[in-house]
């Protein structure tokens, strides 16, 4: 029941931040092609749910290239703390 959750919880995440990524962009057009990057914590078990999150997303939005970066733990706190200070 917990990867359940967490997947649900994964895609809602997808779906935000892809709005998220409009929002910055400006207009996009139904043809655009749009590509969010998602940084993640290196653990397998998050990797694991968050690809397989992503290839479901991408197959119901293929305009929609998500690409997943990971960090150790300590390296992605300093990689994403300035990254939402600068609001990127």
Same mark, same amino acid.
Not at 21 to 42: C, M, N, P, Q, R
Not at 69 to 81: A, H
């Given at each position: 029941?917990?990867?359940?959750?967490?997947?649900?919880?994964?895609? &809602?995440?997808?779906?935000?931040?892809?709005?998220? /990524? =409009?929002?910055?962009?400006?207009?996009?057009?139904?043809?655009?092609? %749009? #590509?969010?990057?998602?940084?993640?914590?290196?653990?397998?078990? &998050?990797?694991?749910?968050?690809?397989?999150?992503? /290839? =479901?997303?991408?197959?119901?939005?293929?305009?929609?290239?998500?690409? %997943? #970066?990971?960090?150790?733990?300590?390296?992605?706190?300093?990689?994403?703390?300035?990254?939402?200070?600068?609001?990127?």
């Amino acid at each position: 029941m917990f990867i359940k959750k967490g997947r649900r919880s994964l895609v &809602f995440l997808f779906a935000g931040l892809m709005f998220i /990524s =409009l929002g910055f962009t400006g207009t996009v057009l139904a043809a655009d092609k %749009i #590509e969010v990057t998602f940084w993640i914590h290196s653990n397998p078990a &998050f990797v694991s749910i968050a690809k397989n999150d992503a /290839s =479901l997303f991408e197959k119901m939005e293929p305009n929609v290239k998500i690409a %997943i #970066e990971t960090f150790p733990y300590q390296q992605l706190i300093d990689k994403i703390t300035p990254a939402f200070i600068a609001g990127t």
